[in-house]
């Protein structure tokens, strides 16, 4: 079974950068399919931010993509998220997935961490 | 801000069946995109419940469903429950802002 947990601090400073690493079990990274990252501000609805592929192969969400970098680290079978300058509005439960990509069309999130608490505040 | 909309909420009795719809444009859903469905357990992280428009993932009962048609898609419960007292939000691609979108969330109460 399938599982991803994410990691990282749960507070974050105005301006500074949220940094997230997701570490998969029961799958290999490298074996293929994309990564990715959802977030949910607290009450609100879901929004995609990016995914990579083994390969590095990135897709950001252009509302997000000036501040957005997300990396894999195959030998530890972990991808990871940074988001810069960040406000509060970027206050949310973020959610490492893993991502059903054969092409545009059909794409989906199989496979979702539990999700972490990010709070932007000084 | 969500490109595909929902009902806030809906409700119904155990036993009965309830639809949510979830409404597009010709740049997602009236595109050819396909929608999926996730259904979110308070304080739990989404889970798959449909893919590819109307197909269950293995371990979803068949008492969920799903369906699409021109620039919309719907989601069916039939026999409500009151474990399926959760959030459920559809997504799908959108070509114009170049990424996936989800739907605004509606929240189902069993009464």
């Known amino acids: 079974q399938v599982h991803l947990q994410e990691s990282g601090p749960g507070l974050v400073k105005p301006s500074e950068t949220l940094s997230l690493t997701c570490t998969v079990s029961?799958?290999?990274?490298?074996?293929?399919?994309?990564w990715g990252w959802v977030r949910q501000p607290p009450g609100e609805g879901l929004e995609w931010i990016g995914k990579?592929?083994?390969?590095?192969?990135?897709y950001y969400n252009p509302s997000l993509k000036s501040r957005v970098t997300i990396s894999v680290d195959t030998s530890n079978n972990q991808f990871s998220l940074k988001l810069s300058s960040v406000t509060a509005a970027d206050t949310a439960v973020y959610h490492c997935?893993?991502?059903?990509?054969?092409?545009?069309?059909?794409?989906?999130?199989?496979?979702w961490g539990q999700g972490t608490l990010v709070t932007v505040s000084s | 801000q969500s490109v595909l909309t929902q009902p806030p909420s809906v409700s119904g009795a155990p036993g009965q069946r309830v639809t949510i719809s979830c409404t597009g444009s010709s740049s997602n859903i009236g595109a050819g995109y396909d929608v999926h469905w996730y259904q979110q357990l308070p304080g739990t992280a989404p889970k798959l419940l449909i893919y590819g428009n109307s197909n269950r993932p293995s371990g979803v009962p068949d008492r969920f469903s799903g369906s699409k048609s021109g620039t919309s898609a719907s989601l069916a419960i039939s026999g409500l429950q009151a474990e399926d007292e959760a959030d459920y939000y559809c997504q799908s691609y959108d070509s114009s802002l170049s990424g996936y979108v989800f739907g605004t969330g509606t929240k189902v109460t069993v009464l």
């Open positions: 997935t893993r991502v059903y990509s054969f092409t545009a069309s059909t794409d989906y999130f199989d496979y």
């Open positions: 029961g799958y290999s990274i490298s074996s293929g399919y994309y």
């Open positions: 990579i592929y083994h390969t590095g192969n990135t």
